[in-house]
Every structure is written in C-alpha cells, then in structure tokens.
T-cell receptor
Framework: DARVTQTPRHKVTEMGQEVTMRCQPILGHNTVFWYRQTMMQGLELLAYFRNRAPLDDSGMPKDRFSAEMPDATLATLKIQPSEPRDSAVYFC??????????FGPGTRLTVL | SQQGEEDPQALSIQEGENATMNCSYKTSINNLQWYRQNSGRGLVHLILIRSNEREKHSGRLRVTLDTSKKSSSLLITASRAADTASYFCATGSGNTGKLIFGQGTTLQVKP
C-alpha cells in the first residue's frame, strides 16, 4: 500500500529553533508539493519540485524557509529560525504524470 | 492565493440525505478535483473532472463542472456518518501539476 510518509508527526519547539520536516514521496512519483494549513489561511502551497528540481517556491517566506530534495526518496522543509506564526500543519504531497496528488499525514508544528 | 471559493462553509445533514457543495473559481483551468479531509488527517483525492467534461460519477459522488460559470458542484448521495469530513475543491491549470485549493466545506452527517 503505497503512501506518502512524513516525520515527525508532531513537533513542539521554542521560537528561534530550527525545525526540519521530512517527507518520503510515493516511489515512482516525480512531483512533490509542500503545503501549510491553518484555520485562518486554509491550505497554502509553499513549494513544489518536479524530478527533484524546484519549480516554484514563491509561496514560501525565503528568509526563513528552505525546501530541498536531496534524493528522489526524500524531501525536506526547514524553518530557521522558527516563529510562533509558523505554527500550522505542514503537508507533503506527491504526484506522477496524472493530475491527482497523494497527501501525507502531515506534521503538526507548534512554535512557542 | 485562493482560487476556489466554496459554499457553504459548513453543512449539517441527517444520514441518508444528500449533500451538495459548490465551488467557484476565477481563472481558466485544465481540471478540477475534489478532496476529502478527515479531522487530523491528510487530504484524500476523491474525483477529478477535466475542463472538457461536464459531469462525472464515482460511487455515491457526482461532480458537475460549468466552465462558462467557472463553478463546480459535488453531490454526495445517501450520506453516511462516515462522510463527515471537510471537502475541498482544487483547480489545476497549465502542465505543472500545481493545484490551488479552496477554503473547504465542513460536512457533518448526523446518524
């Protein structure tokens, strides 16, 4: 049963700390998306990759956020330094040449 | 930025009734998709309708698309308590695979 996995599932940290979230896309999928979900803003696209190359990260605050795909089985989203307003659920999704996306379970981040 | 506006924001019905959710969008699209999100979980793809299609069915789901009005509707027939979730429309355009999601409709089905 192919699934997108994300770690950690929950993260509580203090303001100013670095946070790293990891995603393993479904094997064979060539597109990876990072989303942030909050009650106020809903689901926002932060960045996405195709064949490991970043296509668009315009939704991401550049000064503190960075997204990478070191290899085809791992995508990372880093926040440094973290701020309370970064508290949200962060989702990773992967896709193939078909249009639908497959979402992971999310990382619930709380920055105190 | 949000492409889709969903209506209603919240819907509460009795088990067995039908639920209809609407989505409007602003720009031209290649496809429109509907996703379901159970509380505390990731989104799950339900159905995709392409811009040259007008109606599509999948089990108890029926989706319509009116590109002239830039709107879509999702009908869930004979609802069940397990259908309780948030439902999101998402629009795709170009060939990037990028989707823009609406704010969602929260559906509660009472047993």
């Amino acid at each position: 049963d192919a699934r997108v996995t994300q770690t950690p599932r929950h993260k509580v940290t203090e303001m100013g700390q670095e946070v790293t979230m990891r995603c393993q896309p479904i094997l064979g999928h060539n597109t990876v998306f990072w989303y942030r979900q909050t009650m106020m803003q809903g689901l926002e696209l932060l960045a996405y990759f195709r064949n490991r190359a970043p296509l668009d990260d315009s939704g991401m605050p550049k000064d503190r956020f960075s997204a990478e795909m070191p290899d085809a089985t791992l995508a990372t989203l880093k926040i440094q330094p973290s701020e309370p307003r970064d508290s949200a659920v962060y989702f990773c999704a992967s896709g193939s040449n078909r249009a639908e996306q497959f979402f992971g379970p999310g990382t619930r981040l709380t920055v105190l | 930025s949000q492409q889709g506006e969903e209506d209603p924001q919240a819907l509460s019905i009795q088990e067995g009734e039908n639920a209809t959710m609407n989505c409007s969008y602003k720009t031209s699209i290649n496809n429109l998709q509907w996703y379901r999100q159970n509380s505390g979980r990731g989104l799950v793809h339900l159905i995709l309708i392409r811009s040259n299609e007008r109606e599509k069915h999948s089990g108890r789901l029926r989706v319509t698309l009116d590109t002239s009005k830039k709107s879509s509707s999702l009908l869930i027939t004979a609802s069940r308590a397990a259908d309780t979730a948030s439902y999101f429309c998402a629009t795709g355009s170009g060939n990037t695979g990028k989707l823009i999601f609406g704010q969602g409709t929260t559906l509660q089905v009472k047993p």
